[in-house]
Nanobody, 123 residues
Framework: QVQVVESGGGVVQAGGSLRLSCVVS????????LGWFRQAPGMGREGVAAIDYDGTTSYTEAVKGRFTISQDTDKKTLYLQMNSLKPEDTGVYYCAADAGWASNIASMDVDYWGQGTQVTVSP
């Protein structure tokens, strides 16, 4: 069983930065693929970035070079550093965990979702 709780959303002007955090609590020693998804108003949920247990990262093309996913295993916390934010980055951001065999954001099949945190980027 996995619980993920996000924090760190807010309102920022275009070009600004935000850092999202996600505390990951597990009851097993299994390895998980951890990632961030987002959902813009009226749109479906899309994968943003993922990090595997060995530190390998993957990103959707739209955020490459601007967003960085990382984790602090001691603090059991996942981060998403978002720089050079654009209005199209606006949405609810979800922390997620995959207990299966996926190794990147494109193939991630989420088993556990956080409650989401709102990110709003104004023009």
């Amino acid at each position: 069983q996995v619980q993920v709780v996000e924090s760190g959303g807010g309102v920022v002007q275009a070009g600004g930065s935000l850092r999202l955090s996600c505390v990951v609590s597990t009851t097993t020693s299994s390895n998980y693929l951890l990632g961030w998804f987002r959902q813009a108003p009226g749109m479906g949920r899309e994968g943003v970035a993922a990090i595997d247990y060995d530190g390998t990262t993957s990103y959707t093309e739209a955020v490459k070079g601007r967003f960085t996913i990382s984790q602090d295993t001691d603090k059991k916390t996942l981060y998403l550093q978002m720089n050079s934010l654009k209005p199209e980055d606006t949405g609810v951001y979800y922390c997620a965990a995959d207990a299966g065999w996926a190794s990147n954001i494109a193939s991630m099949d989420v088993d556990y979702w956080g409650q989401g945190t709102q990110v709003t980027v104004s023009p």
